[in-house]
């Protein structure tokens, strides 16, 4: 049989305007195996690129007409998941390093070795191979769960978490800013990484910035970068947040407390792709995707005058607004679940779930604090559990005592509370059930523990049995 050449299967597109350096790549290439397509400009090259399948591009920086720096921007604008290794004499490594900050892949400085260029092509391609196994994982993992972040699925099934959901699936492609409502502990971050990940630009950075944490002078110079001499202290250059996230995307949690100036400074870089750090001159071209999150009512800041109105509606072109856990009850026995199964293995604990009663105290709950307060109460839960069911004596007292403010009967360990005028037909009813439970439906054995005859187990069972059909 063989031997499977180590280029075999890939489609490469070399461009130059020397025909001699085309001839000479496409030959060594396909003694690799590949299939190569060559281009004499960036112009006919850009027409591959449009017309047919390609893995790889290799392409001469200076070339008359649209340079490779052109070309790279145009093909990756065309295919964002294409890698482009960049070709350069000496006297043009500052341009192929920029190439590089557009999102080339490599360069190499002419005149190089075939050994080398074989070398940086093969990796190149084993990273394409890599990003393709990656996009199918993801595909199997939606069939199992649609929506998952990191690998974690995002848990819900509420109409308003699907709606929220088929925003978010529409609007991740887009280059569109999006503007992430909703109250602490709804999950914004998670819908923002959502957004970067579901997008073209998952390989690049995702960056986050917390406006609410930081004073507004650290604010500006962790945004925008500086220069060494800035100002006391800034003893070396420094890239700001929105130069690191660079052809990713820029998470700016809780926008709505940026200072006047940093707004201003901010609605400059949406509208000219462009910046300068502290203390700098030099004008930094940027390509970010801008999500913002806030639990403020912007529009309100804008009518007040403490937020920019043309920042606003910069920041707004798509709003995503996450609903309450309150407004979702529906969702919140499959997040308790999801929690407990998560913080069980991570512990190394035997539990199997939560009980009826547990389930029904997490419904009457208001959940101030969302899902993050569920997170935290369920991880408490599993790790200070003593059994293998979390049961209402596993939560805490606020939560244990919802239910008894909405005046519902629930179960506490071996206790069952009814709060004052409840319908003596639901006691009866909730008593035999919960006996049958201890005595693991054992009627006779239920019965001596209510002090009642089994008969009348059996005729009130049957009677709710008749009511129900």
């Known amino acids: ?41 960036g112009e006919l090259a850009l027409e591959v690129v449009r017309k047919e399948h390609v893995d790889l591009i290799l392409c001469d920086l200076m070339m008359p007409g649209m340079s490779g720096q052109d070309l790279l921007r145009a093909a990756r604008a065309v295919r964002p998941d294409l890698d482009v290794i960049v070709m350069t004499a000496y006297a043009t490594v500052e341009n192929a390093v920029e190439a590089m900050r557009e999102g080339a892949y490599d360069f190499i400085q002419k005149p190089f070795k075939s050994a080398l260029i074989l070398r940086v092509v093969e990796r190149a391609l084993e990273r394409q191979s890599l990003k393709a196994e990656n996009i199918m994982l993801r595909r199997e993992l939606a ?26 699936r529409q609007a991740a492609p887009s280059t569109a800013t999006v503007l992430l409502q909703g109250e ?18 998952l390989e690049a950075p995702f960056v986050v910035v917390n406006c609410a944490a930081l004073p507004e002078s650290i604010l500006e110079a962790e945004l ?16 700001g947040r929105i130069e690191r996230a660079h052809k990713g995307t820029l998470f700016l949690d809780e926008v709505g407390e940026l200072s006047p100036q940093v707004q201003a400074k901010l609605l400059r870089v949406l509208q000219e792709n462009e910046l300068e750090r502290l203390g700098g001159h030099e004008t930094i071209h940027v390509d970010f995707r801008l999500v913002s999150a806030t639990n403020r009512d912007l529009e309100a800041a804008v009518q007040n005058g403490t937020f920019r109105e043309d920042l606003y509606y910069r920041l707004n072109v798509i709003a995503v607004r996450l609903p309450p856990l309150r407004d979702r009850p529906e969702d919140i026995p499959l997040i308790a ?31 101030p604090g969302n899902v993050r307060e569920l997170e935290n109460v369920m991880e408490r839960a599993v790790v200070l559990a003593k059994g293998e069911v979390l049961d209402t004596l596993d939560l805490p007292e606020p939560i244990r005592n919802a239910s008894r403010e ?30 049958l439970k201890e005595t693991d439906g054992d009627k006779t054995l239920a019965a001596q523990l209510l002090g009642i005859a089994a008969r009348t187990i059996y005729r009130k069972l049957d009677a709710e049995k008749k009511k129900d059909d």
Do not use: Q
């Open 143 to 168: 069939e199992v769960s649609p929506d998952t972040v990191r690998g974690k699925p995002i848990v819900g099934r509420s109409p308003a978490m699907m709606e929220t959901m088929e925003i978010v």
């Open 184 to 201: 602490s502990g709804t999950g914004k971050e998670l819908m923002a990484r959502a957004l970067h990940e579901y997008s073209g630009r």
């Open 1 to 41: 049989m063989a031997e499977r050449k180590r280029f075999e299967g890939s489609s490469l597109l070399v461009v130059d305007d020397e025909a001699e350096h085309l001839l000479s790549l496409r030959r060594l290439f396909e003694r690799e195996g590949a299939a190569v397509h060559t281009a004499a400009s």
């Open 406 to 435: 909405r005046g519902e009967i629930r179960r506490e360990g071996r206790t069952v509370v009814i709060p004052l005028g409840t319908k003596l037909e639901d006691v009866e009813r909730v008593l035999i059930h919960e006996t």
């Open 224 to 239: 925008f970068g500086y220069e060494k001499g800035a100002f006391t202290g800034a003893s070396e250059r420094k890239l």
């Open 337 to 367: 679940d999801h929690f407990v199964r998560r913080y069980a293995k991570k512990n190394a604990k035997p539990i199997t779930g939560i009980t009826e009663e547990a389930r029904k105290a997490c419904l009457a709950y208001r959940w």
